[in-house]
């Protein structure tokens, strides 16, 4: 059977240690012992001795059938209470039935429960008890000289087991009211600390903190006067900001030395709640007269310092002022002012760490900008240093294709083998400046879709014809296939040719034996996929992701084999987009690679 706890009455010991069932049983058969020797030593002549043998009787065994009652019952007043008027009618049946009992003596119990229900002390309950047991036993003797008479013996020890039991439920119901009381209070207190918690501002306005803070405290500590030190920084402790609850704008963040201020300065060094009395606060402001507006108070009788940490951070002190010189702060209100320094803590924690993030956001913003301006002008310089190269190789390449059609006079073998390279790299020039174009005009957000319906097959002729110059210088030529059932397709086909000519330039530049082919094949959902396999050099999985990337080669050494900007898979992933397609890759090593364009049967 489980044992209910012990009662935690504070100023009490002995059977107040004892679980209630145990101490209630105990304190019974006292009262059952006492009461059935009295009644057996001086029955009365108007009830027969097997009547009175049969109360005993019942009296024995309502002590006996409660050892088989739950513990817990003996916690409900409502258990208890009966009991108690139970016990209080036999006891007073014992009396009557006795029959050898006085008026006097009736007077003195009476006096002991009606003492054992109003007084708040059990020791000195039992002390008043004691007292008033012997005074009766010797006012008695040294008025009848009964001394033969043995119910003269059980009234002594009889009052004081009376005061032992009634003083005990008397304590108890006290003790419960109190510890009801204290839940309540709790309850109240958790309540307003979570309510504070709630209400506390992310922000580093003090003023809102300490209002909300003034309001919850005094409601607790009736402070005459509130104030919060905060600590600059742990480098420089002895310096802060002082925020105090009176109206002048003056106490709004007033930086003030803090080792000015006895009671911040030892709680600071203590990092615990710190109590002075007499404590005379120094002139807020420095270098003028003092007068009532400008100190905090003439004089703290009593004030008291409450450390504001959070996770091993001083954030700053909590500093009550009272009027009383003889104020005590109770555990509890030190305890709450604890609390609620801890949830200023996590207040202006955050709020730091806000402001942080605040200044971190700020910062990589204007970073952003700065980018962003540099991105643009970077993108105007290209476009128009573009649009500046692009004039003088068009005047280049008129005046090569004059010279290659006889104009100036007829060329020798030699001198056409020279303006054939010349040629050729001015068309590989001008692709460059194209691309720089075509990219500027891509960031701009200038790139317009002109889409119209078509088939795919003039689309690879034009291919073919244009990317002849670079298949001569390779011993292998383009394969192109279409599948059947490839339907036609509306797209800005203007741009689906640049990125299947830059997929296709980049395949042959990079393949020296094998093949490149180009496959047009039906895919999913109402799509298409121009598919560009070679048998190349191949790209590292690692350096997959990274060859989209903007003036990206994989080959970036000073003397790379391979010419080329970097721009054309970037232009070409972007166009793709814009004709709302994608570029997938697979490759290896050693083996080649494969990409995949994917663009709708139908742009809008």
């Not at 121009?530 to 080959?555: A, E, H, M, T, W």
Request: hydrophobic share 45%; with cysteine.
């Amino acid at each position: 059977m489980a044992t209910n706890p012990p009662i935690d009455i504070p100023g009490t010991a002995g059977i107040f240690e004892v679980p209630k069932k145990i101490t209630v049983l105990r304190l019974r058969w006292l009262v059952v012992i006492i009461c059935s020797y009295l009644l057996i030593t001086s029955q009365g002549t108007w009830l027969a001795p097997t009547s009175v043998h049969a109360f005993i009787f019942v009296y024995i065994l309502s002590n006996i059938a409660l050892y088989w009652v739950e513990d817990t019952l003996f916690d409900s007043s409502y258990f208890y209470s009966p009991l108690v008027i139970f016990d209080t009618i036999f006891v007073t049946a014992s009396l009557v039935i006795s029959g050898q009992v006085e008026t006097d003596f009736y007077l003195v119990y009476f006096l002991i429960v009606i003492l054992c229900t109003i007084w708040q002390d059990f020791r000195g309950l039992v002390v008043v008890a004691v007292l008033a047991t012997l005074l009766y036993g010797f006012f008695l003797f040294r008025t009848t000289h009964q001394i033969v008479d043995p119910s003269i013996y059980l009234r002594i020890p009889f009052l004081f087991v009376i005061s032992l039991f009634y003083g005990y439920f008397a304590q108890v119901v006290r003790a419960e009211k109190a510890l009801k009381e204290k839940a309540e209070q709790e309850a109240q207190d958790m309540a307003m600390i979570q309510t504070l918690s709630q209400s506390l501002p992310s922000s580093l306005d003090y003023r809102q903190i300490l209002e909300t803070l003034g309001d919850k405290i005094n409601h607790v500590v009736h402070a005459d006067k509130f104030y919060i030190f905060t600590v600059n920084d742990a480098a420089h402790s002895s310096r802060g900001l002082l925020f105090g609850d009176e109206k002048a704008e003056e106490f709004s963040g007033k930086d003030v030395d803090l080792r000015e201020y006895p009671t911040v300065q030892e709680c600071l060094l203590k990092r615990s709640p710190v109590i002075q009395h007499n404590v005379h606060p120094k002139q807020l402001f420095p270098g003028e007269q003092a007068s009532s507006e400008n100190l905090v108070s003439p004089l703290f009788p009593t004030s008291i310092g409450v450390p504001i940490t959070f996770r091993g951070e001083m954030h700053g002190v909590i500093l009550l002022g009272f009027d009383q010189e003889d104020r005590l702060l109770s555990s509890r209100e030190i305890e709450f002012c604890q609390i609620v320094a801890f949830a200023t803590a996590i207040a202006l924690s955050n709020a730091k760490k806000y402001e942080a993030l605040q200044a971190e956001a700020r910062r990589r913003q204007i970073i952003a900008e700065q980018l962003a301006d540099a991105n643009r002008l970077k993108s105007e310089y290209l476009a128009s240093t573009s649009h500046e190269l692009r004039t003088p190789i068009a005047t280049i390449m008129g005046y090569g294709h004059l010279l290659g059609d006889g104009a100036c006079g007829p060329l020798t073998q030699e001198q056409k083998k020279v303006m054939g390279r010349l040629m050729e790299n001015a068309r590989g020039l001008l692709a460059i400046v194209d691309a720089l174009l075509d990219y500027s005009k891509i960031e701009r957000g200038e790139a317009s879709l002109l889409v119209k319906r078509d088939d795919v097959r003039p689309l690879l002729d034009q291919l073919q014809r244009e990317l002849a110059p670079l298949e001569n210088r390779k011993p292998f030529k383009v394969k192109y296939e279409v599948e059947e059932g490839v339907p036609i397709i509306q797209t800005d086909w203007a741009k689906l040719k640049s990125v299947l000519l830059n997929i296709l330039s980049n395949a042959i530049k990079f393949t020296d034996q094998g093949e490149v082919r180009l496959s047009v094949v039906n895919a999913v959902n109402g799509n298409v996929s121009f598919v560009v396999s070679d048998s190349g050099i191949g790209i590292p999985k690692d350096l997959i992701p990274l060859i989209f990337d903007k003036f990206r080669q994989l080959d970036g050494s000073p003397a790379r084999s391979y010419e080329g900007t970097g721009l054309g898979l970037t232009i070409s992933k972007n166009l793709a987009e814009l004709i709302g397609g994608k570029i997938e890759v697979e490759s290896e090593v050693g083996k080649g690679s494969t990409f995949k364009v994917t663009i709708p049967v139908s742009t809008n």
